[in-house]
Nanobody, 115 residues
Framework: QVQLVESGGGLVQPGGSLELSCEAS????????MAWYRQVPGKERELVAS???????DYADSVKGRFTIAKDNAKRTISLQMTSLKDEDTAVYYC?????????WGQGTQVTVSS
C-alpha cells in the first residue's frame, strides 16, 4: 500500500502562482507513472499533468505553458508548479501513482482561484 499526501493548496488571486507537493510513502523512482488530477463538483476527474519513466511529462491542453510537473526521487515527491492561474483552475487536486496493476490516490488538496 502506497500513501500519497498532498500539500500546498489554498486561495490565490487570478494571475497568481501556487505550488502543490505530493509525498509518497515509497520510492518515487519505483513509481514509474505519477500524475496530478483535478476535479470540480459535478464533473469527472481530469488529468492535469503526468510524469513517467525518464521524466517524460505530459500536460492537459488547458494548462500547457502554465503548469510544470516535476519529480524529486531523493525526497520521494512530485510537485506541480502552477502559474498564471485562472478561475477555471479552481478544483480539488489529487496526486496519483501507478505501479503495474496497482494504483493509488492522495486525499486531495483544494485550490481556489478567486479575487
Amino acid at each position: 500500500q502506497v500513501q500519497l499526501v498532498e500539500s500546498g493548496g489554498g486561495l490565490v488571486q487570478p494571475g497568481g502562482s501556487l505550488e502543490l507537493s505530493c509525498e509518497a510513502s515509497m520510492s518515487t523512482f519505483m513509481l514509474r507513472y505519477m500524475a496530478w488530477y483535478r476535479q470540480v463538483p459535478g464533473k469527472e476527474r481530469e488529468l492535469v499533468a503526468s510524469i513517467s519513466t525518464g521524466h517524460v511529462t505530459d500536460y492537459a491542453d488547458s494548462v500547457k505553458g502554465r503548469f510544470t510537473i516535476a519529480k524529486d526521487n531523493a525526497k520521494r515527491t512530485i510537485s506541480l508548479q502552477m502559474t498564471s492561474l485562472k478561475d477555471e483552475d479552481t478544483a480539488v487536486y489529487y496526486c496519483y501513482a501507478r505501479l503495474g496493476a496497482n494504483e493509488w490516490w492522495g486525499q486531495g488538496t483544494q485550490v481556489t482561484v478567486s479575487s
